[in-house]
């Protein structure tokens, strides 16, 4: 079996055309990048002002709620009611990012919140008494502060979308679901495990894209990296960073549920 | 009164033989259009296990079999809805299931990549030559389903089509929808490709009645659907001419394992193909498709009905 999927892997005439590996991994890439923006446009701004306010934190629990949907299910749905409404492939399209939008909203206005929420009401004082005014404080303070646990929640949406947008191909759609599902029906096995394969190496390359850029862009008072005074402590308190942990943990598990029932 | 204990004894016996073989079952396949799954009685010969596709009408084949056979007193147990035709011969060669309803045509271009005549009975002949040792077919009925290439109404009128030749002018207008397997088979574009030179300027792949909603929607122009689909006459659907004979002549006819093939399973099969011709099937799909009946149920009301079952 491994013999199998390391020629068809290697097989040079799997690597070009509209089926090449290349076409299908931009097109999941798309696919995922078209959710996760829209997810972050619709997330981010919202759990800031929940974070900020306090406010309509109900928001945060339906979004969390509605991680209870089942994926492929809401696809069929909104597919067949969206199917006789247009006449085009994005009537599949449509459909495939609404159900990767509903995965990727929670754990990015999960993160964005509770990092907002968690900033230590001291370092917002501190920013207040030097002059600055309410925006000033949300750009220069809090967001910094919050940035950890924002971009892991937007790390924990990516793992996710890019299991989940597998599912794509089951109503016609390219991406990597493409060889598991064409795999599948004339019994390739080879196919199916080297389009899984892929999946999971996409997966794991762009976590580690967004574990370097959380290196990088987060403010080194926050990372611990730069620690020249003593009494420096963090500002992001333990619990928050203690829910960041769990929020990563679920997620993972989903996507895991959602490939097996995939295959 | 004896016939109650016998019952009860076969019964007992039928479930005993089902949960001793439970390892070959797979607990989260889903039972028989809901509920003539696993069911059997003793008597005769070891267990039989009839699969089916994934598609209605080959899922209410399977439960006729199923039923025939069961009525001549043999355990049977059967696991529809397995899969495209890749996979369940597969399943056949190793033993997971030992009958599989089948088509003539569409069996012989899969073993042999091309369907020589539009002849039922040469296709038949040539099958019978071409299977592979472990495998055999029985008589064939006189019900055909082929593949075909149908398109609306509208689409007809607009490029004026008649056959399958006339699609490859409107090539870059149009979307083909289709099941996956249908983009690397020689019924499928492979020989659309070689013998009328068409290639579609897009392909969906989809199933069932996603492929029918996808050629109603507008997303698909063309689409290939079976002959006896109640969607064609309900949609208006129009089927395409098939001048190279790429969809041939597609008889229903009962596939098996060899060491499973007895005279009770013969005579119980051939008495089934007997009674189905075109019509008939027709009329059996749409009862599923359309009335939304039971694969199991509507079975069974064909058997009962000819003194099958």
Redesign the interface.
């Known amino acids: 079996m491994l013999n199998q999927i390391g020629t068809w892997l290697t097989d040079p005439t799997h690597w070009t055309g509209p089926n090449g590996i290349p076409q299908r991994i931009l097109e999941h890439l798309i696919y995922s990048g078209i959710s996760l923006l829209i997810s972050a446009l619709i997330a981010i701004p919202l759990g800031i002002m929940v974070g900020h306010s306090g406010r309509a934190k109900w928001t945060v629990s339906l979004a969390n709620s509605l991680r209870a949907v089942p994926s492929l299910g809401l696809l069929f749905a909104v597919a067949l009611w969206l199917g006789p409404k247009i006449a085009s492939s994005l009537a599949y399209v449509i459909p495939s990012v609404i159900v990767l939008i509903l995965l990727a909203v929670p754990p990015i206005l999960s993160g964005t919140y509770a990092g907002i929420q968690g900033v230590d009401p001291a370092a917002r004082d501190a920013a207040k008494g030097m002059g600055m005014r309410g925006g000033e404080v949300l750009r220069k303070v809090e967001i910094p502060c919050a940035l950890p646990l924002m971009l892991s929640g937007f790390r924990s949406a990516t793992l996710q979308v890019i299991a989940t947008a597998t599912i794509a191909a089951s109503i016609s759609l390219g991406g990597l679901g493409r060889y598991l599902i064409d795999g599948l029906s004339v019994s390739d096995y080879a196919e199916m495990a080297s389009g899984a394969i892929l999946v999971a190496l996409l997966a794991l390359l762009l976590d580690g894209l967004i574990a370097l850029v959380q290196r990088f862009a987060v403010s080194p008072g926050l990372s611990g990296k730069f620690r020249n005074t003593p009494g420096n402590r963090p500002v992001v308190s333990t619990t928050a960073r203690g829910d960041a942990a769990t929020e990563t943990a679920s997620p993972t598990d989903r996507a895991d549920e959602q490939r097996e029932a995939l295959v | 009164m004896k016939r109650r204990i016998l019952l009860t004894g076969a019964t007992a016996v039928a479930a005993l033989a089902l949960a001793a073989c439970g390892a070959n079952n797979n607990p989260t396949a889903p039972p028989a259009g809901g509920g003539g799954g696993s069911t059997g009685s003793a008597g005769g010969g070891g267990s039989i296990t009839v699969g089916s596709a994934d598609f209605s009408e080959s899922q209410v084949l399977g439960e006729i079999y199923a039923g025939a056979i069961k009525a001549k007193g043999v355990s049977v147990t059967s696991k529809p809805n397995i ?2 035709r ?2 369940y011969i ?1 399943a056949l060669q190793d033993g997971s299931i030992d009958i599989v309803p089948e088509y003539t045509g569409s069996l012989l271009t899969f073993l042999k990549g091309t369907a020589p005549s539009q002849d039922p009975d040469a296709v038949y002949t040539a099958l019978k030559s071409t299977l592979p040792a472990d495998l055999v077919v029985l008589d064939k009925s006189t019900a055909e389903d082929k593949n075909s290439m149908v398109v609306t109404k509208d689409t007809q009128a607009k490029y004026s089509l008649k056959s399958i030749a006339d699609l490859a002018a409107h090539q870059a207008d149009i ?1 083909v ?1 289709a ?3 249908f ?2 088979r020689q019924q499928g574009l492979v020989g659309l490709k070689s013998e009328y030179s068409f290639t579609p300027a ?1 392909f ?3 199933k069932g009645a ?1 492929i029918v ?2 050629l ?4 698909a122009q063309a689409a290939n659907i079976f002959s006896t689909d109640p969607s064609i006459p309900a949609n208006g659907f129009v089927t395409l001419e098939d001048p190279k004979l790429l969809f041939g002549s597609d008889n229903v006819v009962p596939l098996l394992r060899k060491d499973k093939v007895n005279d009770t399973i013969t005579a119980a099969l051939n008495a089934v193909s007997a009674k189905i011709d075109t019509a008939t099937l027709t009329d059996l799909v749409k009862q599923v498709d359309v009335d939304k009946k039971d694969a199991s149920a509507v079975a069974k009301d064909f058997l009962s009905k000819n003194g099958l079952g």
């Open positions: 899969g495209s890749d996979v597969k979307t929808a099941p996956p397997e983009q690397t897009n969906l792949p989809l996603a909603n996808a109603k929607n507008g997303q």
